[in-house]
T-cell receptor
């Protein structure tokens, strides 16, 4: 199937690390993406990883990729209230004319 | 530069009426997607246009929904005989859509059309 799966909710304490997980389906995907949707706003690209990488770090963000298990994660260090949003992972389905498939999104809430 | 625009931004319609939602993608983008997002929910894929290929309509929930893309640019999503369960934000996104690295597949989203069916 074409399902990209994520847990729906995550709640973390301000200052802690957040880890958002995703499983995808297409082992031939060359790029995997994380998008962020802030309240009342559209989706924007947050980061991406090339499939020949295991890890990518960008300031407070760390993306980990386990190709064997088709598992992608996004770690946000020192989570702040401004990180409250819905986070979507996405893969490219080359078997379907390079269609982008999004997960259902994980709503991250921050508690003081 | 100009991003993806959608119109109208809000649409309230009576059950049973037809509605048309418009999307203007970024110039030069060959890929165009329509999604639906219900309140606080994830993205529901509706339809995907890629260049001159036949569109991928696998996400359309019923035959009341249809979409077209004229001249490889502007797209219109039409919902016939609207039902209350059609109420949602309808999002359009476009991307370069040609092989050329990760960012050629980056999707740029419009602000959405909020559809309310009363």
């Amino acid at each position: 199937g074409e399902d990209v799966e994520q847990s729906l909710f995550l709640s973390v304490r301000e200052g802690d690390s957040s880890v958002i997980n995703c499983t995808y389906t297409d082992s031939s995907s060359t790029y995997l993406y994380w998008y962020k949707q802030e309240p009342g706003a559209g989706l924007q690209l947050l980061t991406y990883i090339f499939s020949n990488m295991d890890m990518k770090q960008d300031q407070r963000l760390t993306v980990l990729l386990n190709k064997k298990d088709k598992h992608l994660s996004l770690r946000i260090a020192d989570t702040q209230t401004g990180d409250s949003a819905i986070y979507f992972c996405a893969e490219i389905l080359y078997s379907s004319a390079s269609k982008i498939i999004f997960g259902s999104g994980t709503r991250l809430s921050i508690r003081p | 530069g100009a991003g993806v625009s959608q119109s109208p931004s809000n649409k309230v319609t009576e059950k049973g009426k037809d509605v048309e939602l418009r999307c203007d993608p970024i110039s030069g983008h060959t890929a165009l997607y329509w999604y639906r997002q219900s309140l606080g929910q994830g993205l529901e894929f509706l339809i995907y246009f890629q260049g001159n290929s036949a569109p991928d309509k696998s996400g359309l929930p019923s035959d009341r929904f249809s979409a077209e893309r004229t001249g490889g640019s502007v797209s219109t999503l039409t919902i016939q005989r609207t039902q209350q369960e059609d109420s949602a934000v309808y999002l359009c996104a476009s991307s370069l859509g040609v092989a050329g690295g990760a960012l050629s597949y980056e999707q740029y989203f419009g602000p959405g059309t909020r559809l309310t069916v009363t």
